[in-house]
């Protein structure tokens, strides 16, 4: 079997660029994930992040999941939850504007540097961004501002925890879906493994690796090149053992930008009009997503070509 795509990013400052800027294109083509190393996010503030979410979930959250969600979610159950996931989660959004301080919580070295990472985990996207731009031959920027709308993009972070469950047959940590956005980053435990992908009609771990960003295409992105990346089912799984920790950021649309294939790629090509995704404005795709999270996302996205009429959207001019 093909190994999961892993890009060492310092290859791409020499002469194995070519070759790693392969490796990612395959990886958006094919799996719709790679993990990164040698991302340049300093090691030390990742363990940081790591020791200061694992004592908050000690803390504020672990209690109320009991509480909340294993007690007595399981019991006389028999047959796999559709409705349900076993995981303890707060947000935080970082752009347009941060909410972090209204988080509740929080102490401030915890804010402190989950700002931080958020600062280097948005460069990060955006160095990706223009990666995926160079390999799909568009303009330097292209991606990053069909993201943008009238506010720039919305980047915001899931921390979670997924708590050891007496049955993993009977519950999922996090049931199948696609992500709605641009582009996910996460730094998940090294330790504790759960994330799965799917490919070719099976279930495929996403090893854990220390000190690795794992990166995972949206929907947004797979509609922007019409297909030719792939926004790709993922799950997790539930062990009897340890806590997972998951700390997914999501880069995605400003809620009014619209998207649409970019053009030029239709016109290399060649598509049928047939074939051509949607256009949409971001919001309106979150709200049909809001329902639909755990069910493929062809529906959706025919959903949205049956309504797009007369969106009008200004070219995206780069330059
Ligand atoms: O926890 C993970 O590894 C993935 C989380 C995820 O897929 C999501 O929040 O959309
Ligand atoms: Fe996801």
Redesign the pocket.
């Given at each position: 079997m093909e190994c999961f795509p892993i890009i060492n990013m310092e290859n791409l400052n020499g002469d194995k660029r070519a070759t790693t800027m392969e490796i990612i294109k395959d990886a958006c083509e094919n799996w719709g994930f790679f993990e990164l190393v040698n991302h340049g996010i300093s090691h030390e503030l990742m363990d940081k992040l790591e020791k200061l979410t694992k004592q908050h979930y000690k803390r504020c959250m672990e209690q109320r999941f009991k509480d909340l969600v294993a007690s007595g979610a399981l019991e006389g159950v028999e047959t796999e939850l559709s409705d349900m996931d076993w995981?303890s989660?707060f947000s935080v959004r970082h752009l347009p504007e941060s909410n972090i301080y209204e988080v509740p919580d929080l102490d401030n070295e915890y804010r402190k540097t989950m700002k931080e990472f958020a600062l280097e985990l948005e460069k990060l996207a955006e160095q990706l961004l223009d990666l995926l731009c160079e390999n799909l031959g568009l303009e330097k920027g292209y991606l990053k501002k069909a993201l943008c709308g009238s506010k720039g993009p919305t980047f915001g972070t899931?921390v979670?925890n997924?708590p050891p469950c007496p049955r993993p047959e009977l519950v999922k940590?996090?049931r199948a879906?696609t992500?709605a956005g641009g582009i996910?980053l996460?730094f998940?435990d090294d330790t504790v493994s759960?994330?799965q992908l799917l490919k070719d009609g099976q279930w495929i771990d996403?090893p854990p690796m220390r000190h690795s960003i794992?990166i995972?295409i949206g929907d947004q992105l797979e509609v922007i090149t019409n297909g030719k990346y792939k926004s790709v089912m993922?799950?997790?799984l539930t062990h009897t053992e340890g806590t997972?920790m998951?700390i997914?950021s999501?880069y995605n649309p400003g809620s009014d930008a619209v998207i649409y294939p970019a053009p030029t790629l239709l016109e290399k090509e060649e598509v049928n009009q047939s074939e051509v995704y949607p256009k949409f404005v971001f919001d309106d795709y979150m709200k049909l997503y809001a329902g639909l999270k755990f069910q493929a996302k062809e529906p959706r996205f025919e959903a949205l070509k049956a309504v797009e009429n007369n969106i009008k959207a200004t070219p995206i001019a780069t330059a």
């Open positions: 995981e989660t899931k979670g997924y940590g996090l879906h992500d996910i996460l998940q759960g994330l996403v794992v995972n993922h799950r997790v997972r998951s997914a999501f």
